[in-house]
């Protein structure tokens, strides 16, 4: 059984390539999942996989890509049923 969680980014999350970066940084951690933006102007990714790798995960969403300024990651437990590959969402 997996473990996931739901992350909620806030800061210069878009338009700087995040969720591009996020979604290949994961997928080398071996995650499953979603990632999109939010009209809110922060991004949201739903992961899953082995603790190691989600702490792995967490801690690089805290800092992001080089032109990223990552202000705060919400984490709260989520749900891993139907979660395969790593997909970016449209905004939600």
């Not at 800061?11 to 999109?36: I, P």
């Not at 437990?77 to 395969?84: F, I, N, P, Y």
Request: glycine share 12%; charged share 25%; proline share 2%.
């Amino acid at each position: 059984m997996l473990r996931a969680v739901l992350l909620r980014i806030s800061g210069r999350v878009q338009g700087v390539g995040y969720r591009a970066w996020f979604a290949d940084e994961a997928r080398a951690r071996g995650l499953v999942g979603w990632v999109r933006n939010r009209a809110d102007g922060s991004v949201e990714a739903c992961i899953a996989g082995n603790d190691s790798a989600l702490t792995q995960m967490i801690d690089a969403a805290r800092s992001g890509p080089s032109h990223a300024r990552v202000d705060k990651v919400d984490v709260t437990g989520a749900d891993s049923k139907g979660l395969d590959g790593l997909r970016i969402l449209p905004t939600l």
